[in-house]
Nanobody, 126 residues
Framework: QVQLVESGGGLVQAGGSLRLSCAAS????????VGWFRQAPGTERDFVAA????????RYADSVKGRFTISRDNAKNTVYLQMNSLNREDTAVYYC???????????????????WGQGTQVTVSS
């Protein structure tokens, strides 16, 4: 079973950028689809972005399209989320999640993922 650890969160001013990392350990990451989700206080966990394990498919929530980019380096067992033009609505705990999947599959529903990280806080100030 793979274990996930997120990093890269922090406090940033509106308009700024952050890059989150999701590092996997325990076994190879190569056959896992990976997604990013976020949860703000008092709200449900929402899908942000996902990437297939063959890197050929990515999906984004409408709210982050054009601002966020998901990528992965299977050799490093790491998935990244580059976040640009951040605004206060992006403030949340960000989680990465992974599960075994078809090479080109990207999952957007949280129940499709079996393994989750502990989350990293992103706070955007105005």
């Amino acid at each position: 079973q793979v274990q996930l650890v997120e990093s890269g969160g922090g406090l940033v001013q509106a308009g700024g950028s952050l890059r989150l990392s999701c590092a996997a350990s325990g076994r190879t990451f190569n056959m896992y689809t990976v997604g990013w989700f976020r949860q703000a206080p008092g709200t449900e966990r929402d899908f942000v972005a996902a990437i297939s394990w063959n890197l050929k498919s990515t999906r984004y929530a409408d709210s982050v399209k054009g601002r966020f980019t998901i990528s992965r380096d299977n050799a490093k067992n790491t998935v990244y989320l580059q976040m640009n033009s951040l605004n206060r609505e992006d403030t949340a705990v960000y989680y990465c999640a992974a599960d075994r999947a078809h090479p080109s599959y990207t999952a957007v529903l949280d129940h499709e993922y079996f393994t989750w990280g502990q989350g990293t806080q992103v706070t955007v100030s105005s």
